[in-house]
C-alpha cells in the first residue's frame, strides 16, 4: 500500500509545484542579476519627453514592455516596490510569475503577441494578479496542508484501494483549487488591462491563440480549459464594462507621473519602480561617503 500510495503522492506534490517549479529557472537569473550593475535613468520631466529617452534608450522589446507594465501599475494603483521583467530566450509560449515583484516572460510568448499590445498587457496584468492575490503563499500553504493530509490518510486507511480513492479525491480538490486561481488571475488580467487603455478582447484573441498548439483544448492539472476561460472573460465583461473601467484607470493616471525604470547591465531584465528609489551606490556614498575620510 505504501509504495502504491507514494506513487499517487507524487502526482499530488507535481501539481501543487507546478506554479512554482519555475523557481528553479528564476533563481540563478536572480542572482546574475543582484551581481549586475544597472543603468539609473534620471528623473523625468514631461511624459511626452520621458517616454522619448525610454524609446531611444532601451530595447524595442523592454520599451514595449515599460510602457505596458508602468501603465498597468498606474491604472490600477498596484501596492508593489517595483515589478522586474525577465525576458528569457527560452522558446516557449509561455509567462510566470512565482515569487513577490518577478515575472519572466518566454520568447515564444512575445513572438505570438507581436503587433498585438493589448494581449502581451492581459498576460502581464495576469501574472501581475498572481502576486496580487498571494497565489505563492496559498500554494505553499495548499502543499503544506496536502502533506498533512496524506500523512494522515496513510495512516489511518483500512487497504489499499481505500487510501487510492482518499488520495486522489485530495488530489482533485488540489487542482481545483489551481484552476480557481488561474480563473483570479485571468479577472486581474481583465480588469488591469482594461483600466489601463487596452483592449477588452485581447485576453480571448490571446486564448484562442494558446488553443491552436498542441494541448491547447484541454484542462491540465493547473489550468482550466481554454473554454471556461473565455466563458468567464465574457462574464467579467458583462460585469465590469470595459468603459467603466477605462474611465477609472484613466482618472487614476492623471493623479500620476511616469515611473523610472532600470535596465540590467546584461539587458536580460527591466526593473519599473512604483516608488521613488536611489541606486545602492547612491546610498553607500550618502552613508559613508566615496573615501575613508569623508
Given at each position: 500500500m505504501m509504495l502504491s500510495s507514494l506513487n499517487k503522492y507524487a502526482t499530488i506534490i507535481a501539481s501543487v509545484a507546478a506554479l512554482i517549479v519555475p523557481i528553479g529557472f528564476v533563481s540563478p537569473l536572480l542572482a546574475a542579476e543582484n551581481q549586475s550593475s544597472t543603468t539609473q535613468v534620471a528623473v523625468r520631466s514631461t511624459s511626452a519627453s520621458w517616454y522619448q529617452v525610454a524609446e531611444a534608450k532601451l530595447p524595442n522589446n523592454f520599451y514595449v514592455i515599460y510602457r505596458i507594465t508602468e501603465r498597468l501599475i498606474r491604472a490600477n494603483k498596484v501596492d508593489s516596490p517595483y515589478l522586474r521583467i525577465i525576458l528569457s530566450q527560452d522558446y516557449s509560449v509561455n509567462a510566470t510569475a512565482n515569487t513577490a515583484y518577478l515575472i519572466v516572460l518566454y520568447q515564444g510568448l512575445l513572438d505570438i503577441t507581436e503587433g498585438d499590445t493589448s494581449a502581451l498587457a492581459f498576460i502581464i496584468a495576469h501574472e501581475i494578479g498572481h502576486y496580487v492575490k498571494d497565489h505563492y503563499n496559498r500554494v505553499y500553504a495548499l502543499e503544506q496542508?496536502?502533506?498533512?493530509?496524506?500523512?494522515?490518510?496513510?495512516s489511518s486507511s483500512k487497504n489499499q484501494a481505500e487510501a487510492a480513492r482518499r488520495i486522489e479525491a485530495l488530489r482533485q480538490k488540489i487542482i481545483?483549487?489551481?484552476?480557481?486561481?488561474?480563473?483570479?488571475?485571468?479577472?486581474?488580467?481583465?480588469?488591469?488591462?482594461?483600466?489601463?487603455?487596452?483592449?477588452?478582447?485581447?485576453?480571448?484573441?490571446?486564448?484562442?491563440?494558446?488553443?491552436?498548439?498542441?494541448g491547447g483544448t484541454m484542462a491540465s492539472e493547473t489550468h482550466p480549459s481554454i473554454s471556461d476561460r473565455l466563458a468567464a472573460l465574457e462574464a467579467l465583461k458583462a460585469k465590469y464594462p470595459p468603459e467603466t473601467l477605462r474611465q477609472e484607470g484613466l482618472?487614476?493616471?492623471?493623479?500620476?507621473?511616469?515611473?523610472?525604470y532600470e535596465l540590467a547591465e546584461d539587458k536580460h531584465s527591466l526593473r519599473i519602480n512604483s516608488q521613488p528609489t536611489i541606486s545602492s551606490v547612491d546610498d553607500i556614498h550618502r552613508r559613508l561617503g566615496q573615501n575613508d575620510r569623508d
Open positions: 496542508d496536502a502533506n498533512s493530509k496524506l500523512r494522515e490518510i496513510l481545483e483549487q489551481l484552476r480557481a486561481y488561474e480563473l483570479e488571475a485571468d479577472q486581474i488580467g481583465y480588469l488591469y488591462s482594461v483600466r489601463a487603455g487596452f483592449d477588452p478582447e485581447a485576453g480571448s484573441r490571446g486564448f484562442k491563440l494558446l488553443e491552436k498548439m498542441p482618472t487614476q493616471i492623471e493623479r500620476t507621473q511616469p515611473l523610472t
